[in-house]
């Protein structure tokens, strides 16, 4: 877990030192490690990874809490976010993108190992990763980013035609569906959940030039902002999607610890890269990104010394 938080701070603190040094150059690369992202490697993780859920009672009735743990905070997010706060349309994306998508496999895999150890909590935790967080990603993450995003066009045909054709990913999640086994081995899956945590540092290192980058016109870079937008973010996605969960568990089926252990995660960095390529507020969403891994992993981490001790 400790490797973990080094891992990421050293990414963000790398994102931004290069951003102060270097300007546009490092902010050029940030965007091309958000494409990178999106148009290169998740098509190849989504294909390796989807094929090979298994579920049980449990873990069936979990899965379809984990949906409701994501849309119940996502209708809560459009309803705050146009009625109550009344933000521009993008602002307002920005808030639901960051409450649907959570980062269950670089923090949320780790944290099920060190909380609850086990091959068994670990493989319920990548079952929920793959089948939660990737159609979410996929299905909600890119529909959202169409929806409310000022680079996706301005008709309905074209924002339909923009969720399609920049969301290679969800063709590559169409065909592991129907693929025969043989493409897809025990050897690729494996070699694609090492991939995850290898290309993970990409969004983190994008998350610190967006936030030096955000110094350098007026706003501080850690901690970021803590306005309204951004603590609906942190109440939603950390206090009430658990919430949800944890109700469901206690009232019609329970569920595994490691499913509860999820639906607590901090926002999803891959989301950093469907704001980056739709054009929603990437000052909110890496403001909530940043907020809610500190508090994650912050709380984590002190978990792991403890337990240590």
């Known amino acids: 877990m400790l490797a973990v938080a080094l891992v990421i701070v050293a990414s963000i603190a790398v994102g931004a ?17 958000l494409d990178l992202l999106i148009y290169g490697l998740l098509p190849v993780i989504t294909f390796f990874t989807v094929s090979h859920v298994e579920l049980t009672a449990g873990v069936g009735a979990g899965l379809a809490f984990g949906w409701a743990e994501r849309l119940v905070p996502l209708v809560l997010a459009w309803a705050i976010g146009e009625h109550v706060l009344r933000l521009p349309r993008p602002a307002t994306g920005a808030i639901m993108l960051c409450v649907v998508l959570a980062n269950t496999g670089f923090l949320g895999v780790p944290i ?5 150890g086990g091959d ?9 990763d793959i089948a939660v967080s990737g159609p979410a990603l996929l299905l909600v993450g890119f529909a959202i980013g169409a929806a409310y995003g000022t680079r996706a066009g301005d008709t309905p045909r074209e924002r339909l035609s923009a969720f399609l054709t920049r969301n290679p990913a969800l063709l590559a999640f169409v065909l592991a569906l129907v ?5 897809t081995p025990d050897w690729a899956r494996e070699a694609m959940q090492v991939t995850v945590l290898a290309i993970a540092p990409l969004g983190f290192f994008a998350l610190g030039v967006n936030l030096m980058q955000e110094q350098e016109e007026g706003a501080r870079v850690f901690p970021p902002p803590l306005d309204a937008p951004v603590a609906v973010v942190l109440g939603l996605r950390l206090l009430v999607a658990p919430a949800v969960m944890l109700a469901l568990s206690t009232l019609v089926v329970r569920v595994p610890d490691a499913f509860l252990v999820q639906a607590a995660m901090s926002s999803g960095v891959n989301g950093l890269a469907v704001a980056h390529v ?13 907020w809610s891994t500190a508090i994650v992993l912050g709380g984590a981490t002190l978990v792991s010394v403890g337990g240590l001790a």
């Open 112 to 116: 099920v190992a060190t909380m609850l």
């Open 120 to 128: 068994q909590a670990i493989g319920q935790a990548l079952t929920y």
């Open 179 to 183: 693929a025969p086994e043989a493409l």
């Open 278 to 290: 739709f054009g929603l507020d990437l000052r909110i969403y890496s403001a909530a990104l940043a």
């Open 17 to 33: 030192g290069a951003e102060r040094r270097w300007g546009e150059p490092a902010r050029r690369a940030g965007r091309r490690a």
